[in-house]
């Protein structure tokens, strides 16, 4: 016997036999069941309907909280990304800081400074791994941390939350490149002279003791001045000018270069190659998008605001710095352009993701027309800095930290915030500009009476690629012999 042929039915059959459904006579729900199913099986099957329910219900509720999950995990990765990517662009920094030393000190102190810029990056990692982290952000109390030594403390430890936000990995490389930027810093201020075991010592000390107590008082939950309300978001003080003071206590306590002052007059020595200064320039800018956003500690919409606010603050410094030694000199000078934007970055780094646009440029133009006084400042008291370190992130930074106080739209004076935001700040100033003079100038004391501080007077003539490191940046080259005059 033949199975009958079922017949699509037309759309309007559809609608009317839906409409007189509910008209006749709907069998009762055991009949359906045993109709569907036979007899026999009819109420197992019954029975399977509310499990099936309970399973879909459960199923559905098990995919929302997955989402949920995965939301927060994506962007916990994201932000661990973006801050090993900011980690980075610090640490290239380091390319910057060599290039621009390099080129604005002598070609006979060429290696000199390159080794420095290179060893001191390896010092400060290992230093500040095996006791500066800790006692930057471990727990402690309001003065210093403690615990977690060689990066073995669980996340609460460094005031990390456990399974969210930001790993200990993560969080230590960040820091560790901001350590040595501080350390970094100081080679500039006391380039041509100094000499090199006593720099890498110094540098260890900072890195691993100094700038970390310092850095715990602000950017640690327990630091005293944190609680103060002292503000500087990615560094003008803790890092610039922290560098600044040890730089400036540095070249004090190793004099002036030979013929650099005489007579009552100020000799100016040119550094030798101007090209891979501003290349370095370049790479210092770059790597503040790392320095900068970075410090947001996340992936979040405010990153793209402080980079446009770092970037307009380097170019009003740039524009404002050119201008003023223009007017000065009679002449656009190079140098005063590249620290000019450096001047601009530095001032910036505190308030960057407070202040608005028209701020920023506030900030920068200011900071481009302060360096370019302060290098000449310096040189009125004999103070020798090769490459204006002290200038740029000493007194840049300290001026970037006092624009907190007037500039941030929520707390500063000129915004309806009242003084009370730049008092934190000239505190915050004072406090760490005074505990880093004192500890510092213990260092450089110490080490110039146990080892001696500078190289002799010949080995300064030759240069120290050759006294310090038996070799030449350029071998084979001509050498500029204009400097190899009296040493008196």
């Known amino acids: 016997m033949s199975r009958p042929v079922l017949r699509k039915s037309s759309r309007a059959h559809k609608r009317r036999a839906k409409a007189s459904f509910w008209s006749t006579n709907v069998p009762p729900f055991s009949e359906a069941i045993q109709s569907f199913f036979g007899k026999r099986n009819a109420w197992t099957w019954a029975a399977c309907v509310p499990l099936a329910v309970v399973i879909v219900a459960a199923w559905g509720v098990a995919a929302n909280a997955q989402e949920e999950i995965s939301a927060a995990d994506v962007q916990t990765v994201l932000d661990n990304i973006w801050i090993l990517v900011a980690a980075v662009l610090v640490f290239f920094m380091n390319a910057g800081f ?3 030393e390099a080129g604005f000190c002598r070609q006979k102190n060429a290696v000199n400074i390159l080794s ?73 201020a006391v380039a041509e002279r100094i000499k090199y075991v006593d720099f890498l010592i110094f540098s260890i000390l900072l890195t691993g003791i100094s700038y970390p107590i310092t850095g715990h008082w602000v950017w640690s939950d327990d630091g005293w001045l944190e609680a103060a309300g002292f503000s500087d978001f990615a560094g003008s003080t803790v890092v610039h000018s922290v560098g600044g003071w040890a730089g400036l206590m540095g070249a004090a306590f190793l004099g002036p270069r030979i013929g650099k002052y005489q007579d009552g007059q100020v000799n100016a020595i040119p550094g030798h190659n101007m090209s891979i200064a501003m290349l370095g320039c370049l790479i210092l800018w770059l790597g503040w998008y790392g ?16 980079a446009v606010t770092t970037s307009l603050a380097a170019a009003a410094g740039a524009v404002s710095s050119t201008v003023t030694a223009w007017v000065l000199s009679g002449k656009p000078d190079l140098s005063m352009t590249i620290n000019g934007i450096l001047a601009g970055l530095v001032g910036i780094t505190a308030g960057c993701a407070g202040v608005n646009y028209l701020g920023a440029v506030i900030v920068g133009l200011i900071a481009g027309v302060i360096v370019v006084f302060s290098v000449g400042f310096f040189d009125s008291i004999k103070i020798d800095d090769p490459v204006g370190a ?36 000239i505190l915050g100033i004072l406090t760490i500009g005074l505990f880093t003079v004192v500890v510092t100038s213990i260092f450089w004391a ?41 040493l008196s």
């Open 291 to 306: 320095f900068n956003p970075g410090s947001e500690l996340a992936a979040s919409s405010a990153v793209p605001f402080i």
């Open 446 to 486: 110490a080490l110039k009476v146990t080892l001696g501080i500078r190289v002799s007077p010949e080995e300064e003539m030759k240069g120290l690629d050759i006294g310090e490191h038996g070799m030449e940046a350029y071998s084979g080259f001509l050498k500029d012999t204009s400097d190899m005059g009296s």
């Open 116 to 188: 420095k810029n290179l060893i001191v990056f390896g010092l400060a990692l290992l230093s500040f791994w095996a006791i500066g982290f800790s006692f930057m952000f471990g727990s402690g109390s309001g003065f210093i941390g403690g615990g977690g030594w060689f990066l073995t403390g669980a996340p609460e430890v460094y005031g990390l939350e456990e399974g969210a936000g930001l790993t200990v990995d993560t969080f230590f490389l960040f820091q560790a490149a901001f350590a040595a930027t501080a350390a970094t810093i100081v080679s500039g």
């Open 390 to 425: 002290v200038s740029v992130h000493l007194v840049c930074g300290i001026w970037g930290t006092l624009a907190v106080g007037l500039f941030d739209t929520e707390s500063g004076l000129f915004f309806g915030g009242g003084f009370a935001q730049l008092g934190a700040q």
């Open 98 to 100: 060599g290039m621009l």
